[in-house]
């Protein structure tokens, strides 16, 4: 059966809704039209804007597309995709899996296509993926409750893009991330530690371990074999 793409929005805009509603988050939707989100969730005492988009399923993938385009008479095709400044998370429901999921934007922002993996890679690969099950919708909602208490304990403070760390290390940039999801993805961010970026790994929204690379010199020569 053929299904249009405003029947695929409207049912993964009420899926995500109920889902929503049956954890006691606040649903708010928009009384003005053309806004860049959906709908309007309230989540750890804050108000997030979530755009709500249709996940096709195919062969253990569930593919989400962030693109979209339009024709302008000055300035040809206009191809658009979601920024932090227009929503705060993605909103995603599939009807293969029957699950709605649930992206920050951080994680999405700028991408035209962003594929969730249900069944495990063929050659056991983890690092780099997006687990469809990292961001299933109760789970998500706790790790972006455990963010913004994080984020309200911090007065304000962003982090900053060369952060000093201990022992006089430095590194490029600084993520956080909720203990749940560090556990579940452990793999992804060692790696982007090795690259030079300090995790920040947060315990009920407080700072609860912090990793980075290794600082050589401070390491102890091996041992003689």
């Known amino acids: 059966m053929f299904v249009n793409s405003n029947r695929k929005g409207n049912v993964a805009e009420l899926a995500i809704a109920t889902e929503a509603a049956n954890l006691g988050l606040s649903v708010l939707k928009p009384l003005t039209e053309h806004e860049r989100y959906?709908?309007?969730?309230?989540?750890?005492?804050?108000?997030?804007?979530?755009?709500?988009?249709?996940?096709?399923?195919?062969?253990?993938?569930?593919?989400?597309r962030l693109r979209s385009s339009y024709h302008s008479p000055t300035r040809g095709y206009v191809t658009n995709t979601y920024r932090p400044d227009e929503v705060d998370a993605i909103a995603?429901?599939?009807?293969?899996?029957?699950?709605?999921?649930?992206?920050?934007?951080?994680?999405?922002?700028?991408?035209?296509v962003v594929t969730l993996r249900v069944a495990p890679a063929r050659n056991n690969?983890?690092?780099?993926?997006?687990?469809?099950?990292?961001?299933?919708?109760?789970?998500a909602v706790a790790q972006l409750e455990e963010r913004?208490?994080?984020?309200?304990?911090?007065?304000?403070?962003?982090?900053?893009?060369?952060?000093?760390?201990?022992?006089?290390?430095?590194?490029?940039?600084?993520?956080?991330?909720?203990?749940?999801?560090?556990?579940?993805?452990?793999?992804?961010?060692?790696?982007?530690?090795?690259?030079?970026?300090?995790?920040?790994?947060?315990?009920?929204?407080?700072?609860?371990?912090r990793l980075g690379p290794a600082d050589l010199k401070l390491m102890p020569p091996p041992a003689d074999e």
């Open 148 to 209: 913004v208490t994080g984020s309200d304990e911090a007065e304000g403070s962003s982090p900053s893009s060369s952060t000093p760390v201990a022992d006089g290390c430095a590194t490029s940039s600084r993520e956080e991330v909720g203990a749940h999801e560090f556990r579940n993805r452990f793999g992804l961010y060692m790696e982007r530690a090795a690259a030079g970026t300090e995790i920040l790994i947060r315990r009920r929204g407080k700072p609860y371990a």
């Open 92 to 112: 995603v429901y599939c009807e293969g899996t029957r699950c709605c999921y649930l992206l920050p934007i951080g994680r999405v922002a700028e991408q035209g």
């Open 125 to 139: 690969q983890r690092a780099a993926l997006n687990l469809a099950a990292d961001f299933e919708f109760p789970g």
């Open 38 to 64: 959906d709908l309007v969730l309230g989540i750890g005492e804050r108000l997030m804007r979530v755009q709500c988009k249709w996940g096709s399923y195919d062969d253990g993938v569930i593919t989400v």
